[in-house]
């Protein structure tokens, strides 16, 4: 038994092939925008979490460029990450007096480069919390310690260990008396956000000193 196949035939089906493979590699005509920096607006509100009054301001980024998908990605997780604030002060905050103040501030301090770094700040009546991330503006996900300083993530952890460990025995008084052994055996709590002066590093209040000496950072280059 013989099998053939026309010349016509052959190129139907590499011309199909060739489109399969074209829709693999843009996903299935999804979007793929690399952005150097994107537009910044503030969105303030006030909102009640339960019975306390709560005022939000974050940003709401655009842009001129073809990046629909990317830009609401974006600003869904910055809406996110305020109504998560809401829910926290609502769960945790219940009985707080009229005249504390519960307040969420979200900065954006770097805008450039294909990234975009916002930090936290949270006020909870007298507690104070930070916290920050870079967003990368191809995919907006969040980077990795690793890819801001570029570098594997394990050298990158070793490095801030080292450089933070450093401060540490050079001002051994602001900080508590473990809190080189804080910082080793919990670096996946570790917040990191890039700016003008370099990668600002610092641990969640409380953790390595004392609350009242607010957020410890340093700056590595």
Same mark, same amino acid.
């Given at each position: 038994?013989?099998?053939?196949? $026309? ?23 999804? =979007? ?5 920096? %994107? ?31 990317? %830009? ?7 809406? @996110?990450? #305020?109504?998560?604030?809401? @829910?926290?002060?609502?769960? +945790? ?21 294909? &990234?975009?770094? %916002?930090?936290?700040? +949270?006020?909870? *009546? ?10 990368? /503006?191809?995919?907006?996900? !969040? &980077? ?7 570098? !594997?993530?394990? !050298? ?8 933070? *460990?450093?401060?540490? +025995? ?13 910082? @080793? ?8 956000? $890039?700016?003008?002066? *370099? /990668? *600002? ?9 004392? #609350?009242? &000496?607010?957020?410890? =950072? &340093? %700056?590595?280059?």
């Amino acid at each position: 038994m013989k099998f053939g196949m $026309r010349l016509g035939s052959v190129r139907r089906i590499a011309g199909l092939l060739l489109i399969l493979i074209a829709l693999l590699v843009t996903g299935c005509g999804g =979007e793929s925008v690399a952005l150097d920096s %994107v537009d910044v607006e503030m969105h303030q509100e006030s909102c009640m979490a339960g019975d306390v009054s709560v005022e939000l301001s974050y940003p709401v980024v655009s842009s001129s460029e073809d990046a629909g998908q990317l %830009v609401e990605k974006l600003n869904q997780q910055f809406r @996110n990450d #305020a109504e998560d604030f809401v @829910n926290l002060v609502a769960e +945790q905050y219940a009985d707080a007096q009229a005249n504390e103040s519960f307040s969420y501030q979200a900065d954006v301090l770097y805008n450039q480069d294909g &990234m975009i770094s %916002v930090v936290q700040g +949270q006020r909870c *009546g007298d507690d104070y919390f930070q916290y920050a991330a870079t967003y990368s /503006l191809t995919d907006g996900e !969040k &980077m990795t310690l690793g890819e801001l300083m570029d570098m !594997k993530e394990e !050298k990158a952890e070793e490095a801030v260990i080292k450089q933070f *460990g450093g401060i540490i +025995q050079s001002y051994p008084d602001a900080f508590h008396a473990d809190a080189a052994e804080y910082v @080793n055996s919990h670096i996946d709590e570790v917040q990191y956000y $890039r700016y003008s002066e *370099g /990668l *600002g590093v610092f641990f969640p209040v409380g953790t390595i000193a004392d #609350a009242e &000496m607010g957020v410890q =950072e &340093m %700056v590595m280059q």
